[in-house]
């Protein structure tokens, strides 16, 4: 003879948690977002190019992909063994009759 037992949530009540279950607590802390109350905050656009670095017996050769900004105004500084690249770039001004 076969007999099923039929399983259910824990009663939330055992716990003493007055309505929610120890699985719905974490299922709600699980999905919690600390960003989303950030969203009134101002964006920062943040540009982080591609580079591809080649080692040989005497140097270290960098190439990076920079669209847009100009020599004068990049920056390579070396501190210690921290290498920092840095740029200013330009947005493109749009026209309102211009499509993208």
Partial sequence: MTRLIRRSEPRAELFGLGGASPFHMVHELLRWDPFRELGSLPRV??????FDVKENKENYILN??????KENDLQVTLTGNRLAVSGKRETEARKEDEAY
Avoid: I
């Fill in 64 to 69: 990076a992909d920079l669209p847009g900004v």
């Fill in 45 to 50: 656009e943040a540009f982080s190019p591609a």
